[in-house]
């Protein structure tokens, strides 16, 4: 394996099988389509990626930490690696994933 490509794998070792499992356990309890879910968690799962690149652009360009060239791709979205983004991109999916997965769990209350 590239050095270059050291951040997307254990990106991907890490996030794939969870998002797998997240996904695989959506369709077979909601009670809604899981696209309609998935449609629904995008808009806060996109801002808050989108804070968190900015974020991070921030702290890059300060020179507070940077990303050492030989363990990632190059390709960037203004200061921050396309790997962070992805990063971000993947926890927030995740957490949202596990919100509504847990959400599911509730129980819910009787109409009056």
């Known amino acids: ?5 050291s951040y997307l794998w254990h990106l991907g070792v890490w996030a794939v099988p969870v998002l797998a499992l997240q996904l695989v356990v959506l369709a077979w309890t909601a009670d809604r389509p899981a696209g309609a879910l998935l ?12 804070w968190l690149v900015a974020a991070d ?7 507070i930490w940077h990303f050492g060239a ?20 993947t926890t927030n999916t995740l957490v949202a994933g596990g919100t509504i997965l847990l959400d599911g769990l509730a129980p819910r209350g009787r109409a009056r």
Request: charged share 20%.
């Open 1 to 5: 394996m590239s050095e270059r490509l």
């Open 39 to 50: 449609r629904a968690a995008a808009v806060p799962v996109v801002a808050v990626t989108a």
């Open 57 to 63: 652009h921030v702290a890059i360009a300060a020179g």
């Open 70 to 89: 030989g363990k990632i791709l190059g390709v960037r979205i203004g200061d921050v690696p396309v790997e962070e983004v992805l990063f971000f991109l």
